[in-house]
Structure formats: structure tokens, C-alpha cells
């Protein structure tokens, strides 16, 4: 049995060592593949907070991971075109700056968050899970239907987008970058589960009427929650878009959504590293598993099924010998 | 914008609302007996297309296409509840949505394994190609209507079947307390298999009936899964009249909202602008309508339990 701490601290080596490897011995597809991993666990760290803490099974979550990729795809798209977005009264130039880009994802998304998450957190239990899928399915349409941004064929970016001082079209620096943001999203991870909002909110996930009656909104710290959670994965798909280059109605896609929770539980559901490891290990099993057969996915299921049925706690759970967080 | 056209979009919303009863009254039947999320439910809508369309190519018949389309949906619903969905009733949500999830990887690739990636055609019976001309004039299609005919009959059947029937008094009963009713010596195990399998059969039928009307190909089941799901969220979780009615909500909102918004929109912009805009928040529309009914009635119209 290992303490969970340990495990930890050999991930993060692994996925930033990893790339370091590769970029010395010029493997720069496994730099991309590291970097991936990092994003995906990025967005599961967001999703982590509403489901892991929370006990919020959210099935939409890839609508802010969407949201994120076209407000990235949006403002690199009249940037590259010269061309103004006007939105109602307002007028805005496009921008290839990173840091805007990831400010104004952030924000849109936390935006979307607090309106969903304000018709959702309501309902509980499958109400919410199949309210929430069918408000990602909303944006996917949308997003197929809206023709100005490419509709169905999605929206193609040409230069990856820049930041100040770094050179980002080189694979190593731009991991530099997603891996950073991902440390700081795992910081506020473990900050926000540790403060007494984190603890009032886990509180809230089991015993939603105890926390009522020492008077405080089990609603209330869902939402504040949900908007977080929405925030952060909505920064993954801003990465993942410019990763990409491409954004299409894919990443508003429901089956996103499912993924981003395999993720977690892959991991370990309100882990701290529950994402990191279910990101790594979904791309090498997409990899590895995809390389030896086009039906990568019926492998997929069956490993899924037999964590769920057999081993409940995910991989951490697995090593530790516990198959919660000790909170 | 005749109100000919008009009326014709109303029937072809009839159409597919009642289809997505079909599809909904069998999740909403799980989850009330059982207590079970069942993303899966897709994938047997599937397996009846599938299977109406390859017995239809060996056969010729139709009538041989329906009967294996019900015939693989329940037996695939009886293997899955009996081997992997049987251990889910007590666990949490979430692990209920992960393995119907996996389920769903499952079945969708292992389709593709079997059958490739190229859609299979299933032809309208010959008896009912063509329109029919209604009452006022209207040419509609006789497939459809039949459609819609079959969408009520099965209703009304499935009616029947829980009201009238010892099993349907078993299945309510099922819902209430099943400690109770497995106290009174009634194998519980075997109910959930049956429930499982006859929802899973409304399934399939529906996946062969609408296959006739659009291609049968992998991943044809989830767009309607998750409008089954909005269905079942309006209508409220476990009722069935709820289902009934939320799917004919469903059905013509989506339906009137694609022909309506963007003339509506043309009223105060340019034809091209209001195209797009009008068509872009048609997609939305049952989303809209989902929402305005939570606000409203936060367990559904029907719904009793939160």
C-alpha cells in the first residue's frame, strides 16, 4: 500500500519528466500526446470539484469545455480575418493573445455555469444528471446549426495562438503552459477542499439536510461550485482548441462529457490527482489500445465496466487499499 | 406559409413525439421500478434497427423485420439486465452512468465490428408506400401515419398492460415497495428482467419503425436518447402518461419550431439573418421548453418523486 501523497508526487514527475525525455531525444508526438493528457486533466480537475467534492454528476460538462474552445476559436477567427465581432451595441477585436483568450473563456463559461448551474443544482440525483446532459446537448446544436463559425465543419485556426515571452509553437513550451495552468487548477483544488467552503460543500454532498439545519444553502454552495467547475473546464477547452488549432461541434459532443467523468473515475472520484491519472492513462489507452485496433472503444467499456462492477475507488483506490478520499 | 404545410408539420411532430414515447415510456418504466439511469437505452434502439434491417434483407417481409427488431431488443435488455445491470440497482447514480456508459462503447463499436461502418437501408413496406390524402386535402405520407397509429396503439397496450394485467400489478406494486411485494413471494429478480426486456422491446421497435424513415447505422440512438431523456424530465421520472405527454411536447415544439422561428425572425430582419437565427434557436427549442417546465414544475408535470 502507498500513501496517497507519494502517489502524487510520482505522477506529477512522470507526466512532466515524460515530456522532457522526449524533447531530448526529438519525439515531439509524444510531447503532444503529454500535453494532451494535461489538458484533459485539466478539464477533469474542473469537473473533480463539482463531482468530486460536490457529489454533482454533471453529464454536460463538455458544454463550458465547448464554450472555451469557440471563445478561443471566436477571438483567434476575427483576429485572423481583421474583422470586428459586434455583438449587439458592443464591438470587439479579436485577439490572439493567450492570456485574454483564457481570461474571456474563463469568464464565458462561468457565465453559462452560473445559469445553468441556477436552473439545475435544484433537482438532484438522475433529475440532474439527465438535466445536465440535455443542456450540453443544447450548445452542441447550437453549435451545428450557428453557421457564422463554420457550423458542423467547425472552425479551422491557423497559427497557434501567442504569449508573452514564450514561443508556443514549440510542442515543449506550449506544454510548459498547459502544465503550468494545471498545477495551479490542482492548488485551488486542494485549497478550495481543505477551506470551510470546500468542507461545507462536502458536507452538503452527504448529508445536504444536516448542512441545512446549522443554517446554510446546500443550493447555494452547489452553485458556487458548479460556476468553478464550469470555469476551469471551459480554460481546458480553450487549450484543447488551440492544441488543435481546430475547434468543431465535437466538443460540445455528450459523449465529452462521459469521457470527462471516465476520467475521474478511472483515477479516483475527489481525489487530487483522481484526473491526472485517469487523463494519462485514458491517452495511452486511446494510443496504445487504438494502435493495435480501430474498436479501441469496446476495450474501453469493458475496462470501465469492470472498475465499476469490481473496483470501485479507481486507481488510487488501488494503491492505497482505500477507496475514498480521507477528507 | 399555407396551413396546409402547417397542419403536415403537426403530424410530423405527432410522429416523432409518439416515437419518443416509445423510447421514453421504457426508460421511464426502468427507472421507476428499478430505480436505474440507463444511458444504454439508445444502444437497444439500435439493436432493433439493426436487426429489423438484416432480417428484412434475408427475408423480404417487414411484418419479420418488426418480430426481429422486438425479438433482439428484449433478448439483448434480458442478457445485459441478467449479467451486468442486475448488480447496479443499489449502486449510486454515478456508477449507474458510468457502466450503462460503457455499455453503450460496447454495443456502438461492437456494431460497427459486425456491420461496418456504412449505414444499412430498411425499405417502407410496399402496402405502405405513398401518400394518403386526409381529410382537407392533405397528402401525407401512409408510412407515417401508420406510424403514429402504431406509436398510440402501443400506448394504449402498455396502458392495459399495467393497469389491467397481474403483471402490471406486480410492476406497480414494484415501484411502491419492492421488500413488500417480494415478502408476498414474488420473484423480484424475474419482474426486473421482464421490465427490462419489455422496455428494451419498445425500444427496438421504435429503432425499426423510425429505421425505415432515415438510415440504420451506429450511434443512431443516442440523439433520440437524449431527447427521450428531456421527454422524461418534463414529463416527470417514473409516469408513463407523463412520458406520453412529454414526448407529443417534444415532438411538435422540435417539429413547429424549425418551420415557425425563422419565418417568425424574417418578420423584423433580413430573410438571410433570419434563416440563421431562427434555425439556430430551433435546435434549441426543446431545451428552452425543458426549462421553462423546470422552472415551472421542478419534478416534471407528472412527477411525484424529487
Not at chain 1, 471551459?234 to 462529457?257: H, I, Y
Request: some cysteine.
Amino acid at each position: 500500500m502507498m500513501a496517497e501523497r507519494h502517489i502524487n508526487w510520482v505522477v506529477m514527475a512522470l507526466l512532466l519528466g515524460i515530456p522532457l525525455i522526449a524533447h531530448m531525444v526529438d519525439q515531439p508526438f509524444t510531447i503532444t500526446l503529454a500535453t494532451k493528457a494535461a489538458i484533459l486533466a485539466l478539464a477533469a480537475v474542473g469537473l473533480n470539484i463539482a463531482l468530486g467534492i460536490g457529489g454533482l454528476v454533471s453529464l454536460g460538462h463538455a458544454a463550458f469545455f465547448g464554450i472555451g474552445g469557440y471563445v478561443m476559436g471566436i477571438l483567434a477567427f476575427h483576429a485572423q480575418n481583421f474583422s470586428a465581432l459586434e455583438l449587439g451595441p458592443l464591438t470587439i477585436a479579436g485577439t490572439k493573445s493567450m492570456p485574454i483568450i483564457w481570461i474571456t473563456a474563463m469568464a464565458v463559461s462561468a457565465l453559462m455555469a452560473a445559469i445553468i448551474g441556477w436552473l439545475t443544482v435544484r433537482t438532484t440525483g438522475v433529475y440532474f444528471i439527465m438535466i445536465t446532459l440535455a443542456f450540453g446537448q443544447m450548445f452542441f446544436y447550437f453549435s451545428i446549426s450557428w453557421s457564422a463559425y463554420g457550423g458542423e465543419d467547425g472552425l479551422s485556426i491557423w497559427v497557434r495562438n501567442g504569449f508573452p515571452g514564450l514561443n508556443t509553437l514549440v510542442p515543449l513550451q506550449f506544454f510548459g503552459l498547459c502544465f503550468a495552468l494545471l498545477c495551479l487548477a490542482l492548488l485551488v483544488f486542494a485549497r478550495l477542499r481543505a477551506s470551510p467552503f470546500g468542507l461545507a460543500l462536502n458536507a452538503s454532498r452527504q448529508a445536504a439536510q444536516r448542512v441545512q439545519t446549522v443554517g446554510m444553502t446546500p443550493q447555494r454552495l452547489k452553485l458556487v461550485a458548479f460556476i468553478i467547475s464550469g470555469a476551469i473546464t471551459g480554460l481546458a477547452g480553450a487549450l484543447f482548441a488551440d492544441l488543435n488549432r481546430f475547434v468543431s461541434p465535437v466538443m460540445f459532443s455528450w459523449q465529452l462529457s462521459g469521457e470527462l467523468i471516465i476520467l475521474i473515475i478511472m483515477g479516483g472520484v475527489g481525489r487530487l490527482m483522481g484526473p491526472v491519472i485517469g487523463a494519462g492513462l485514458f491517452v495511452l489507452l486511446e494510443h496504445w489500445l487504438g494502435g493495435l485496433t480501430d474498436f479501441w472503444h469496446v476495450w474501453l467499456g469493458a475496462i470501465l465496466l469492470g472498475i465499476v462492477l469490481f473496483g470501485r475507488g479507481g486507481v488510487i483506490g488501488f494503491l492505497t487499499g482505500k477507496e475514498g478520499p480521507h477528507v | 406559409m399555407s396551413l396546409l404545410l402547417i397542419a403536415e408539420q403537426i403530424l410530423n411532430g405527432l410522429q416523432f413525439g409518439v416515437m419518443l414515447f416509445l423510447m421514453a415510456a421504457g426508460m421511464t418504466l426502468i427507472f421507476g421500478v428499478m430505480g436505474l439511469i440507463n444511458l444504454a437505452h439508445g444502444s437497444l434502439y439500435m439493436v432493433g434497427a439493426f436487426a429489423a434491417a438484416t432480417a428484412a434483407g434475408l427475408t423480404g417481409s417487414f411484418l419479420m423485420a418488426l418480430v426481429a427488431a422486438l425479438a433482439a431488443a428484449a433478448l439483448a435488455g434480458a442478457i445485459v439486465e441478467m449479467t451486468i445491470i442486475r448488480r447496479l440497482y443499489k449502486a449510486a447514480h454515478l456508477e449507474q452512468v458510468l457502466a450503462t456508459f460503457a455499455l453503450i462503447l460496447i454495443f456502438s463499436e461492437g456494431t460497427r465490428w459486425v456491420f461496418g461502418s456504412f449505414p444499412l437501408y430498411l425499405d417502407i413496406p410496399a402496402g405502405l408506400n405513398g401518400p394518403v390524402t386526409l381529410p382537407g386535402g392533405i397528402e401525407y405520407p401512409k408510412y407515417r401515419l401508420a406510424l403514429i397509429g402504431i406509436g398510440i396503439g402501443v400506448g394504449l397496450m402498455l396502458w392495459w398492460l399495467i393497469e389491467r394485467t397481474q403483471i402490471g400489478v406486480q410492476i406497480r406494486a414494484g415501484e411502491n415497495d419492492r421488500e413488500m411485494i417480494a415478502a408476498l413471494g414474488i420473484d423480484i429478480s424475474k419482474l426486473y428482467t421482464v421490465v427490462f426486456a419489455l422496455g428494451a422491446a419498445l425500444a427496438g421497435l421504435a429503432g425499426a419503425l423510425v429505421g425505415a424513415i432515415q438510415s440504420v447505422q451506429v450511434g443512431m440512438g443516442e440523439p433520440v436518447l437524449i431527447l427521450a431523456f428531456v421527454v422524461i424530465v418534463i414529463g416527470g421520472i417514473g409516469s408513463i402518461r407523463g412520458a406520453f405527454v412529454g414526448a407529443l411536447l417534444v415532438g411538435l415544439t422540435d417539429t413547429l419550431g424549425r418551420l415557425l422561428l425563422p419565418q417568425f425572425f424574417r418578420l423584423f430582419m433580413e430573410a438571410d439573418a433570419a434563416n440563421q437565427t431562427g434555425s439556430a434557436l430551433a435546435a434549441m427549442s426543446v431545451y428552452v421548453l425543458m426549462s421553462i417546465v423546470l422552472i415551472w414544475r421542478p419534478t416534471g408535470l407528472f412527477g411525484v418523486r424529487a
